[in-house]
C-alpha cells in the first residue's frame, strides 16, 4: 500500500498534520472536504476521510502517489483523479502505522 518501505523507521509513521479538501483534478468539483492528511518523516504522504490514529476505520483514502496537492491555513487542498481514491473498513494498511 505505501509507496515503499520507510527509510527511516521500515513502517511509515503517519502523523496528522492537518486536514484536507479532496477535488476532481477534472471539474474542480469538492469530492470531500472532511479528510485529514498525514505525513511520515520520510516523506510519504497519506490522506483519509477516516480516523486511523483514533483506532476508527479508514475508510475512503489516497497514497502518497496519488497525491497533487497546496495546503494554506493549516488545510491541504487535494486535487485527484476520483478513480484513485480507495476504500477500507480496516483500521490500517500494510506499510502505514498511524500515530495518536
Same mark, same amino acid.
Given at each position: 500500500?505505501?509507496?515503499?518501505?520507510?527509510?527511516?523507521?521500515?513502517?511509515?509513521?503517519?502523523?496528522?498534520?492537518?486536514?484536507?479538501?479532496?477535488?476532481?483534478?477534472?471539474?474542480?468539483?469538492?469530492?470531500?472536504?472532511?479528510?485529514?492528511?498525514?505525513?511520515?518523516?520520510?516523506?510519504?504522504?497519506?490522506?483519509?476521510? =477516516? #480516523?486511523? /490514529?483514533? *483506532?476508527?476505520?479508514?475508510?475512503?483514502?489516497?497514497?502518497?502517489?496519488?497525491? +497533487? =496537492? #497546496?495546503? /494554506?491555513? *493549516?488545510?491541504?487542498?487535494?486535487?485527484?483523479?476520483?478513480?484513485?481514491?480507495? +476504500?477500507?473498513?480496516?483500521?490500517?494498511?500494510?506499510?502505514?502505522?498511524?500515530?495518536?
Amino acid at each position: 500500500m505505501a509507496t515503499g518501505d520507510c527509510t527511516l523507521y521500515g513502517v511509515h509513521k503517519m502523523y496528522m498534520v492537518s486536514r484536507a479538501i479532496i477535488k476532481n483534478k477534472y471539474t474542480g468539483n469538492t469530492i470531500n472536504s472532511h479528510w485529514s492528511y498525514y505525513k511520515c518523516r520520510c516523506g510519504d504522504l497519506f490522506a483519509c476521510s =477516516g #480516523a486511523p /490514529q483514533l *483506532g476508527e476505520p479508514i475508510l475512503d483514502y489516497l497514497t502518497n502517489h496519488y497525491m +497533487n =496537492g #497546496a495546503g /494554506q491555513s *493549516g488545510i491541504i487542498t487535494i486535487h485527484v483523479d476520483p478513480s484513485d481514491i480507495n +476504500n477500507t473498513s480496516k483500521r490500517t494498511l500494510p506499510g502505514f502505522d498511524f500515530i495518536p
